[in-house]
């Protein structure tokens, strides 16, 4: 079965640089969430889109932006990378409605920033 | 507030023993949902159980089995002969949403070590 894509799988940036995480929901899931989640810790949520629309956000630096386009699929923007950026962010798709699904993940992507 | 408690930071078991990893919640919605999600050493988050807050059955799935007990707030999860592939840091998870099971308050997560 179609799993949640997440691209690249690894990154490495420097201090003050841009970075775009991808992720490409499963097939007619409608929602999206971003999660970040640094060494050791548990991931937090940052921010979801629901049929392209914003629906939630979290703890999501002003830095960092995302939006979900036409084909459902949804990336994150980061700009200014700081050292404490250095996490791994998760995509998670879901389906909304009479036939909610629970959140499955990607695989993540490691971003490092030195 | 940390509204997921998972109390145990690390657990070492042997191989074939069972271990047990507590979840303890607090929320003032009267429905809401519970999850465990599995991260093996590959980093990924695999989807385990949901349980409604309206149903209190506990659900066994293979070796792993779930104890959801309102009265305490626990989401209790064991795993019965443990192997080594079973070796992974696991997370409850708290969702207060009803119409999106996405938006997940984790716990700290608890590291499961099986020794052969």
């Known amino acids: 079965a179609a799993g949640v894509i997440q691209s690249p799988r690894h990154l490495i940036k420097e201090k003050r640089e841009t970075a775009t995480l991808k992720c490409y929901p499963i097939?007619?899931?409608?929602?999206v969430y971003w999660y970040q989640q640094g060494p050791g810790q548990d991931p937090q949520f940052l921010i979801s889109?629901?049929?392209?629309?914003?629906?939630d956000k979290g703890s999501i630096p002003d830095r960092f932006s995302a939006q979900q386009f036409s084909d459902y699929h949804s990336e994150l923007n980061m700009s200014s990378l700081e050292l404490g950026d250095s996490a791994l962010y998760f995509c998670a798709s879901s389906k909304q409605g009479g036939l909610n699904t629970e959140a499955f993940f990607g695989q993540g992507t490691r971003l490092t920033v030195v | 507030a940390q509204k997921v408690t998972q109390a145990q930071t690390e657990i070492s078991v042997v191989e074939k023993e069972d271990v047990t990893l507590d979840c303890v919640y607090e929320?003032?919605?009267?429905?809401?949902?519970l999850f465990w999600y599995k991260q093996p050493p590959s980093g990924e988050l695999v989807f385990l159980i949901r349980?409604?807050?309206?149903?209190?059955q506990n659900e066994i799935s293979g070796r792993y089995s779930w104890n959801f007990q309102k009265s305490t707030s626990s989401f209790n999860f064991t795993i019965t002969a443990s192997q080594v592939v079973d070796s992974a840091v696991y997370f409850c998870?708290?969702?207060?949403?009803?119409?999106?099971?996405?938006?997940?308050?984790f716990g700290a997560g608890t590291q499961v070590v099986v020794t052969p």
């Open positions: 097939p007619r899931h409608d929602t």
């Open positions: 349980r409604n807050s309206f149903d209190e």
């Open positions: 889109f629901y049929e392209k629309m914003q629906s």
């Open positions: 998870a708290l969702s207060e949403e009803t119409d999106s099971w996405g938006k997940l308050q």
């Open positions: 929320t003032r919605d009267t429905t809401y949902y």
